[in-house]
């Protein structure tokens, strides 16, 4: 079936670092890909999304793209802030909004 | 926005007793919800959608008597761990699809522990 995968382990960084997770998927279709950030005791928030090959979603500084010949979705941001600290999820859409959700990357950022 | 309200945050409980967790959609009308499983460093497993007014429909390899779903209004759905086990410790959490199912909204998740 339809799945995601991100790197391993967590990501501990210095502010104004650059950030990159990967993220790659494996589908039978054309699924519409999605980051979610879950910051320190709240729930998911959807953080960007890209629905075909080539999209590029886009918030808050960060940017993912949707290559279907690498099938990647990997997200960057070119300068952290503490603030971002949070755990990020990559994930596709299935269906009937059924997503499928990569393990997550905890992404810690020192000042 | 819209907001999922899950409660509660987290509970612990003893071996062999019964967990409801509840999630809310707070501001508009869900009638489905999904609820989610989320095992240490393991992705998000979607374990069933809960349907309103109707029968909830379970992921394979989830045990239907073990969590009881009920989704007995616009905005509530409830999970109900049945004669919870250490097995059953996990962080569980809930998502309603917004008006026109095209945004997820998630609730806080729940972590249960038990002993």
């Known amino acids: 079936g339809d799945s995601v995968t991100q790197m391993e382990g967590p990501v501990t960084l210095s502010e104004e670092a650059f950030l990159t997770i990967n993220c790659t998927y494996t589908a039978t279709g054309y699924p519409s890909l999605f980051w979610y950030v879950q910051y320190p005791g709240e729930g998911l928030q959807l953080l960007l999304k890209a629905t075909k090959a080539d999209d590029k979603g886009s918030n808050k500084g960060f940017e993912a793209t949707y290559r279907k010949e690498t099938t990647s979705f990997h997200l960057e941001k070119g300068s952290v802030q503490v603030s971002d600290s949070a755990v990020y999820f990559c994930a596709l859409m299935e269906g009937n909004n059924r997503l499928a959700f990569g393990k997550g990357n905890q992404v810690v950022v020192i000042p | 926005g819209a907001v999922v309200s899950q409660h509660p945050s987290r509970v612990i409980c003893k071996s062999g007793t019964s967990v409801k967790i509840e999630c809310r959609s707070l501001d508009f009308q869900a009638t489905t919800m999904f609820w989610y499983r989320q095992f240490p460093k393991k992705s998000l497993m979607l374990m069933a959608t809960s349907n309103e007014g109707s029968k909830a429909t379970y992921e394979q390899g989830v045990e239907k008597d073990k969590f009881l779903i009920n989704h007995a209004s616009l905005t509530l759905s409830t999970l109900t761990v049945t004669s919870a086990h250490p097995e059953d410790s996990s962080f569980y959490i809930c998502?309603?699809?917004?008006?026109?199912?095209?945004?997820?909204?998630f609730g806080s998740g729940t972590q249960l522990s038990v002993l």
């Open positions: 998502s309603a699809p917004g008006v026109g199912g095209e945004k997820l909204f």
